[in-house]
């Protein structure tokens, strides 16, 4: 079957790609739906809670110099408290290091479904052939 005329009733068809899916079988399209790794929003979460954790980081910087009973304010589920630098910063530490926490077991879970998804590739001698 021509290339072009396959990779386009792989995306057209999902069922096709599973038939495809096969002991020896070569896919010419490798974002079709069955050879996208099923993992795709873990990066996602990923970067966002390095992202949040990025901003916490920042945060305690500015307000660790700074003395302890100096008006700050923070965000409590959408609504803006007045509060003091030494009553936020033990929350904030507390948030920052569950996020490490969080960001760390997230790439453990990702690597571990590449690792997976590498050796269900191996084993049903899958082969992805980017055009």
């Avoid at 110099?65 to 507390?94: H, Y």
């Avoid at 920052?96 to 690597?111: F, W």
């Amino acid at each position: 079957m021509h290339r072009a005329r396959l990779s386009t009733m792989l995306t057209a068809t999902p069922w096709l790609s599973k038939l495809l899916l096969r002991k020896g079988s070569r896919i010419y399209k490798s974002n079709t739906p069955t050879t996208k790794t099923p993992s795709k929003p873990l990066p996602e979460k990923i970067g966002d809670v390095e992202q949040e954790a990025e901003e916490h980081k920042l945060v305690l910087e500015t307000l660790i110099p700074l003395p302890e009973d100096r008006k700050c304010f923070r965000m409590i589920n959408g609504v803006l408290v007045e509060r003091t630098v030494g009553d936020v910063l033990p929350a904030l530490q507390t948030n920052a290091d569950g996020l490490k926490k969080v960001l760390e077991d997230l790439v453990k879970q990702y690597r571990t479904k590449q690792d997976d998804m590498e050796k269900w590739k191996k084993k049903n001698n899958i082969q992805v052939v980017q055009q």
